[in-house]
C-alpha cells in the first residue's frame, strides 16, 4: 500500500473517529421551577460523578452537554428547595429534562427549617394561591395587594388601588408583556364590575411600589407584572357564588397549548345595602385566551386575547342617610326620578413571536391593539330634606315647627357621556447574558387614537330658588361640554443591565438602566435613569439589603390634558391642553429584609423607607374613582414614608402576614401646600389564615383593613380652598372555606371521583363588624349658599355562598 493511500486511509479513520464522538455528545437542556410554576434562578444542575454542571438564569432555563453513556444521573439542588436525581438511559442528541422542586422541610432537634426565597431587586415575588382564599368582593388579585404594606384601597367595590401616595393613573400592569388599559369614564366602584386579570388563569405575580427597573413604563408609582400559565395537560376549574361564576379550561398537546376563562360576575346583592334603595342592575361579562405554539426549540408564537362587556343600570328610589356627632345628628333624605345606564366594552389582542437561538440570547417581537368603547347616560333628578335629628330619632321639623328644615330643594342631573379609544402597539424586545451580565433592550411604537364627546350638568333649587342665586337669572350648579378627536405617535425605548458579582463580603445585583420616550402631541422627549443595587452578606445570609431610584415620569394618557375653562356662570368647556408635561418623580427607596425563625416556624420582616420628589404635578381631586385633573402642570410636592411587613407561618403550613405603614404627601397649589388626595398617613392591614387542628379540611381566612381617611374639597373649589379629612376606613372580611375532595381522603381516588382534583364549598362574611365607611360626599346647598357634605357610605355586611371544583 502506497503511502498516498495509507494517509487517505489515516484521515478516514479519523474522520470516522471525530463523527463518533460528535454522535455520541447528549444536549441536555429545559427548565426549573417551584411548586408554584415560577422559575428557579441559581439552581444547580450537574451530572452525578463528574465536573460537569451549569446553574439555572432568570427565567429558570439552563443547558449542558455530556458524553453520551449507558446512563447518566442529573442532579438538580437549590437553596431552600428538595434535591432531585433524574435518570437518562444512553441519551443521544437534544434531550427535554424539565424539573419541578418542592421546598425543604426538615428537622433538626425538633426544629423545622424551611428557607424563603430571596428577593433580588425591586420586584417581590408573590404566590399565587394565597389568592385563592382570600375573601373578595371584586374578586381579583388586586384586593390581595390591597394588604401590602404601602398599598391601599378605600373601596371594596373597586379593583383600583393607589401606593405610595400615588393615585390610580399611577399604576401599571401588564399581562405577559403587555401594557393593559382600564376604562376612562368609570365614576364609581358599581360602574367598574371585574378586574382585568382574571385570577383563574394566573401562575405568577411579580410587584414593585417603587424603584422599579427601566423595562417598565412611565409610571410613577407601581408595577403590577402578571404571567398567564401554561397548562401541562387537560384541566377544568369551575366556581359559583352569589357574586357571579367563573369557568376555565387548559389543555396541552406537546407544542401547542391553550388556555381559555370565562367568568360573569354581579354585585346586586352587595349594591342592596348601601343606602341609596333601588333596582340595580349590574351585568358584568369577560372571555380571555392564551394560546402558545412551539415550532421548534427556538421559535414560538403566543396570542393573548380579552373581550370585556360591563353594563350598568340603576333606578334609584330613594335614600335615607343619618350623618354628624351624637350631638348634632342629621338626617339627608331624597326621593328619586329617573334612572342611569352605562355601557363599558374593551376589546384587547396582542400577537408575539419568541425566537430564542441559544440560552444566552432572546428576541421577541410583539403586536397589540387595545380598544375601549365606553357610554355613560342618566337623567336622575331627586327632592331632598336636610334636617337635624332630635335625640330619639325624629327630626327636628317634628319636634319644633317654627325651626322649620335645614335645607329643602329639587336637584336633577344629566350626561350624556361618550369616549372610544384605541392603542396600537408594536415593540421589539431583546435579552441577552453575557457572563455575569443580564442585558436586555427594547423599543415600543403606540398610535393612540381617541374620540371623547362629553355633555353634564347639574341644576338645584332649594326652597324655590335655582342656585347659585343671582336674582331673575337661572344658573346651573356646573354646565360642563367637550367634543374632541384626537390621534398621537408615542416612540419608548430602554435599556439596561442587571450583573451578579459574588465576593468574599457576599452576593451583589447591581442593576442599572435608562429609558427615553417621546410624544408628538407636545413635542415632548423625556429621559428615565434608573437603578438599584442588592446585597445579601456571606456571613449571615438572613439579610437581604438593597437600596434603589431614579428619575420617573408620568406621561399623560388623555384624562390628564383636559384643561376645562371656565365661560362663566358656571358653564365650563373642556380644551385639550398641548403645552402639558409629564409628571416627574425623583425617587430613594432603601430597605431590606430579615428571615428568621420564631414558635418553631419561619418568618420574614421586611422595611422599606422612600422618598419622592415630586415636580410638574397635574392637580386633580377625588370623587369615588373618578379622577378630575386640572389640565395643567401647576403644583409641586412630595411622599415620604415608611413601610413594614411581617410574612411567615403563623399556623403551621400556611402563610400570614401583616402590614404597617406610615405616609405623608402633599403638595403646592398656587403659593398652597396641601394633603394631595391620596394622604393616608396611616395603614394597618392583615390577611390571617387557619385551619381547625382536628379538622384539616376546614380553613379560615380573614382580611383586615385599618388605613386613615381621605382629603378632599368642595366642589369647583378644590382642596386650596379648604380641605376636609374623611373618617378612616376599616374593614374585616372573613372567609371559611371545607375542603370536600382534596385533603388526602381515600374515597375520592376512586370510579367517577378520581377526575376531580379538588372540590371545595365555603362561606364568606363581606365587612364582618358592618363598619359603615365613606367613599365620596354628596354635596347639599341651601339658599344662603351654605353647602352641607353628605357621606356616600359604602357596603355594609354581606354574605356569599361559593363553590369551586377543579378537574
Not at 394633603?675 to 398617613?681: A, F, I, M, S, V
Not at 388526602?744 to 359603615?772: C, M, P
Amino acid at each position: 500500500m502506497t503511502i498516498r493511500y495509507k494517509l487517505i486511509l489515516i484521515l478516514l479513520l479519523l474522520c470516522a473517529a471525530i463523527t463518533s464522538v460528535a454522535q455520541e455528545v447528549a444536549k441536555i437542556s429545559g427548565s426549573v421551577v417551584d411548586a408554584d410554576n415560577q422559575p428557579l434562578e441559581l439552581a444547580m444542575i450537574r451530572i452525578a460523578g463528574t465536573t460537569i454542571g451549569t446553574t439555572s438564569n432568570l427565567e429558570g432555563k439552563y443547558e449542558l452537554k455530556v458524553a453520551s453513556s449507558d446512563s447518566v444521573v442529573v442532579i438538580f439542588s437549590c437553596l431552600g428547595y428538595k434535591s432531585e436525581e433524574h435518570l437518562l438511559k444512553n441519551p443521544k442528541g437534544k434531550v427535554q429534562l424539565n424539573v419541578q422542586l418542592q421546598k425543604t422541610s426538615f428537622d433538626l432537634n425538633e426544629v423545622v427549617v424551611t428557607e424563603f426565597r430571596k428577593q433580588q431587586g425591586t420586584m417581590q415575588k408573590i404566590n399565587a394561591k394565597d389568592m385563592r382564599l382570600m375573601p373578595n368582593t371584586s374578586g381579583g388579585i388586586e384586593g390581595m395587594l390591597a394588604t401590602f404594606a404601602g398599598v391601599n384601597s378605600n373601596n371594596e367595590l373597586s379593583s383600583q388601588y393607589s401606593v405610595r401616595g400615588g393615585n390610580f393613573d399611577e399604576n401599571i400592569v401588564y399581562i405577559n408583556g403587555i401594557e393593559i388599559y382600564r376604562p376612562l369614564l368609570v365614576r364609581s366602584g358599581q360602574q367598574e364590575g371585574m378586574s382585568v386579570i382574571n385570577p383563574d388563569l394566573v401562575s405568577g405575580i411579580s410587584f414593585s411600589s417603587g424603584g422599579f427597573s427601566a423595562e417598565y413604563g412611565d409610571k410613577m408609582s407601581s408595577v403590577l407584572d402578571i404571567q398567564y400559565k401554561r397548562p401541562e395537560a387537560l384541566e377544568v376549574a369551575l366556581t359559583g357564588s352569589f357574586l357571579g361564576g367563573t369557568a376555565s379550561v387548559g389543555h396541552n398537546t406537546g407544542n401547542f397549548t391553550q388556555l381559555h376563562g370565562v367568568r360573569y360576575h354581579t354585585n346586586s346583592t352587595l349594591l342592596s345595602s348601601l343606602d341609596t334603595k333601588g333596582e340595580y342592575d349590574p351585568s358584568y361579562f369577560d372571555y380571555q385566551t392564551f394560546m402558545t405554539y412551539r415550532f421548534n426549540e427556538k421559535w414560538e408564537v403566543a396570542l393573548l386575547g380579552n373581550i370585556a362587556i360591563n353594563n350598568y343600570q340603576f333606578t334609584p328610589m330613594e335614600r335615607t342617610t343619618s350623618f354628624g356627632t351624637a350631638y348634632d345628628t342629621k338626617s339627608f333624605t331624597v326621593y328619586f326620578d329617573g334612572k342611569e345606564r352605562d355601557v363599558f366594552e374593551t376589546y384587547f389582542g396582542s400577537f408575539s413571536t419568541n425566537f430564542t437561538p441559544n440560552k444566552n440570547h432572546e428576541i421577541s417581537f410583539q403586536f397589540s391593539a387595545f380598544s375601549s368603547n365606553e357610554y355613560v347616560s342618566y337623567d336622575i333628578s331627586g327632592q331632598y330634606w336636610l334636617d337635624e335629628l332630635a335625640a330619639d330619632g325624629t327630626t327636628t321639623q317634628e319636634n319644633t315647627p317654627a325651626k322649620g328644615d335645614l335645607g329643602v330643594g329639587t336637584y336633577h342631573e344629566h350626561a350624556r357621556n361618550r369616549l372610544k379609544a384605541s392603542v396600537i402597539s408594536a415593540s421589539l424586545k431583546g435579552g441577552h447574558r453575557v457572563g455575569a451580565n443580564d442585558i436586555r433592550w427594547g423599543v415600543t411604537y403606540n398610535h393612540e387614537k381617541i374620540y371623547d364627546y362629553l355633555r353634564e350638568w347639574e341644576m338645584r333649587d332649594s326652597v324655590g330658588y335655582t342656585l347659585p342665586y343671582e336674582g331673575d337669572a337661572i344658573h346651573m350648579i356646573y354646565n360642563i361640554s367637550s367634543q374632541h378627536t384626537l390621534a398621537s405617535n408615542r416612540l419608548s425605548a430602554y435599556l439596561q443591565d442587571t450583573y451578579r458579582l459574588r465576593t468574599d463580603f457576599g452576593l451583589f445585583n447591581f442593576n442599572a438602566g435608562v429609558r427615553l420616550s417621546y410624544w408628538d402631541f407636545n413635542n415632548e422627549c423625556i429621559v428615565s435613569p434608573r437603578g438599584s443595587i442588592t446585597f445579601i452578606p456571606e456571613k449571615n445570609s438572613n439579610f437581604t439589603f438593597r437600596v434603589a431610584g431614579g428619575l420617573y415620569y408620568q406621561a399623560p394618557f388623555y384624562k390628564e390634558f383636559r384643561d376645562t375653562v371656565s365661560t362663566g356662570n358656571n358653564n365650563f368647556v373642556v380644551q385639550l391642553n398641548d403645552k402639558i408635561r409629564s409628571q416627574q418623580s425623583i425617587q430613594i427607596v432603601a430597605g431590606g429584609d430579615y428571615t428568621f425563625r420564631a414558635f418553631n416556624r419561619p418568618f420574614k420582616f421586611s422595611l422599606e423607607a422612600y422618598y419622592k420628589k415630586l415636580n410638574d404635578l397635574i392637580p386633580y381631586e377625588a370623587n369615588n374613582v373618578k379622577l378630575w385633573y386640572s389640565g395643567k402642570n401647576e403644583s409641586e410636592g412630595y411622599a415620604a414614608g415608611v413601610d413594614m411587613k411581617l410574612y411567615g407561618e403563623f399556623v403551621p403550613g400556611v402563610d400570614s402576614w401583616l402590614s404597617f405603614s406610615l405616609m405623608k404627601t402633599e403638595e403646592t397649589i398656587n403659593g398652597v401646600t396641601v394633603p394631595r388626595p391620596t394622604d393616608q398617613r396611616y395603614s394597618f392591614s392583615i390577611f390571617f389564615q387557619d385551619y381547625v387542628p382536628k379538622l384539616p379540611m376546614l380553613k379560615l381566612s380573614l382580611k383586615g383593613i385599618l388605613s386613615d381617611g381621605l382629603t378632599f374639597g368642595s366642589p369647583l373649589k378644590g382642596r386650596t380652598a379648604g380641605y376636609y379629612r374623611a373618617p378612616a376606613y376599616k374593614r374585616v372580611d372573613l372567609g371559611v372555606t371545607y375542603i370536600l375532595i382534596g385533603a388526602n381522603e381515600q374515597w375520592s381516588k376512586y370510579g367517577f371521583w378520581r377526575n376531580i382534583k379538588s372540590a371545595t364549598i365555603g362561606v364568606d362574611v363581606f365587612n364582618l363588624f358592618d363598619f359603615a365607611n365613606v367613599n365620596s360626599y354628596t354635596w347639599v346647598t341651601d339658599v344662603n349658599n351654605i353647602q352641607y357634605a353628605v357621606p356616600n357610605y359604602l357596603t355594609r355586611r354581606q354574605l356569599n355562598v361559593r363553590i369551586a371544583i377543579n378537574f
